[in-house]
């Protein structure tokens, strides 16, 4: 066999293995492009999240709380050079009694609905801005019963492995027959290191201050840490995170530790 058969013979003998590796490498950044549009809250992709928070030693009586929040985001077009970004949140209440001869109480929560308007090429920081509203769908346990509206915004950048930013809204109530007024903020910082295999480590704790409470009952800060992969169901990628946050700081009545379980169902296009 001459020089050039025997180079022919070895092209063709490499071929397959060339491109497993290349398809390969093709699947494995296409995971890592789905694990960081995962934890972009403004991304121009539909997803439904399925977020299951448990609340340990919850109320006055210590039991605990089960919070299941179904949120959707749904993305639009607004021009040449804009997305509009909706995420709605859904939370279904399991809440133990409050008082000693109460019974748990299970339905669904106040519906809340966040619109961010964001241009679609961004600079090295990736933003949005917009508004939330709270509706008072909640079981009359489970509610606030008030409508409410405010700001909200929302800014995150990727440096290398790292994606650091955070979410920010306070909701005012504008109407509405309960009996307390609503003025609450929500602040959620992030920080997640993305590892080889579409895995990464996320700190994302869901911080809150109740500015209508008196004084030291105002604020839930929790600290924590949490552990997300990308994996498919079929065709269908899926963003899978555990998560275990302690509340250094909380009202009186505040649960002391949550556990996060979170699957979020992801429709690129």
């Known amino acids: 066999m001459n020089d050039r058969s025997r180079s022919q013979w070895i092209s063709l003998l490499l071929s397959p293995i060339l491109m497993a590796a290349t398809l390969a490498h093709g699947q494995e950044q296409d995971a890592e492009a789905l694990a960081k549009a995962a934890q972009n809250p403004i991304a121009s992709m539909i997803s439904l999240p399925l977020q299951n928070n448990t609340n340990t030693n919850f109320g006055p009586q210590e039991k605990t709380q ?7 985001v749904w993305p639009f077009s607004a021009g040449d050079n804009w997305n509009f970004i909706t995420r ?3 939370p279904v209440i399991s809440q133990p009694a409050l008082t000693p001869n109460g019974s748990r109480t299970q339905g669904l929560g106040d519906i809340t609905f966040s619109g961010f308007l964001s241009p679609k090429v961004a600079g090295q920081w990736i933003w949005g801005v917009g508004g939330i509203a709270l ?7 489970l509610t606030a019963d ?13 440096k290398g492995p790292w994606v650091y930013g955070g979410l920010i809204n306070n909701v005012w109530s504008v109407s509405g027959s309960g009996p307390n007024d609503v003025n609450l903020m929500t602040l959620q910082p992030f920080l997640n290191y993305n590892l080889p295999g579409a895995r990464y480590f996320t700190f994302s704790p869901l911080m ?9 009952e105002q604020w839930t800060v929790p600290v924590g840490l949490g552990y997300g992969k990308i994996f498919k169901l079929g065709k269908l990628p899926v963003n899978g995170q555990i998560s ?4 250094v700081v909380k009202p009186t009545f505040g649960p002391d530790w949550q556990l996060r379980v979170q699957l979020q169902f992801m429709f690129p296009k």
């Open 146 to 158: 008030k409508w409410g509206l405010g700001p909200a915004a929302v800014a995150l950048t990727f």
């Open 135 to 141: 509706l008072p769908t909640g079981d009359k346990a």
């Open 88 to 90: 709605t949140i859904v």
């Open 66 to 72: 089960n919070v299941l929040n179904i949120q959707p």
């Open 244 to 247: 275990l946050y302690h509340n």
């Open 208 to 216: 809150t201050a109740n500015w209508e409470a008196d004084s030291g």
